[in-house]
Nanobody, 118 residues
């Protein structure tokens, strides 16, 4: 019902910036919120940022607060994650996600690798 295609990952150095994009298509009018998750090798997939579609209210995990910014361009149906002051600890596969109801993310992008070298 919703397709998500993400891009923008790559290899960067500590302190650099990177912007991830997530293009949504399909039944986008039913989306309640969208978010970004990341998963490092051997680790759980964690929510690091989210944004509510109706209000624009954002959430950030403590590990990225002040460095990452989530946003949505409603005209382009695209969500972004601006990542500044990247650290090696940010190295992970990043996934965008969307939900139709609170508490459950039902739709996922394919993931994009972000690698931060020191």
């Amino acid at each position: 019902q919703v397709q998500l295609v993400e891009s923008g990952g790559g290899l960067v150095q500590a302190g650099d910036s990177l912007r991830l994009s997530c293009a949504a298509s399909g039944r986008t009018f039913s989306i309640d919120a969208m978010g970004w998750f990341r998963q490092a090798p051997g680790k759980e997939r964690d929510l690091i940022a989210s944004i509510t579609s109706t209000t624009g209210i954002t959430y950030y995990a403590d590990s990225v607060k002040g460095r990452f910014t989530i946003s949505i361009d409603n005209r382009k149906l695209t969500m972004y994650l601006q990542m500044n002051n990247l650290k090696p600890e940010d190295t992970a596969v990043y996934y965008c996600a969307a939900r139709f109801s609170a508490g459950k993310y039902d739709f996922w992008g394919q993931g994009t690798q972000v690698t931060v070298s020191s």
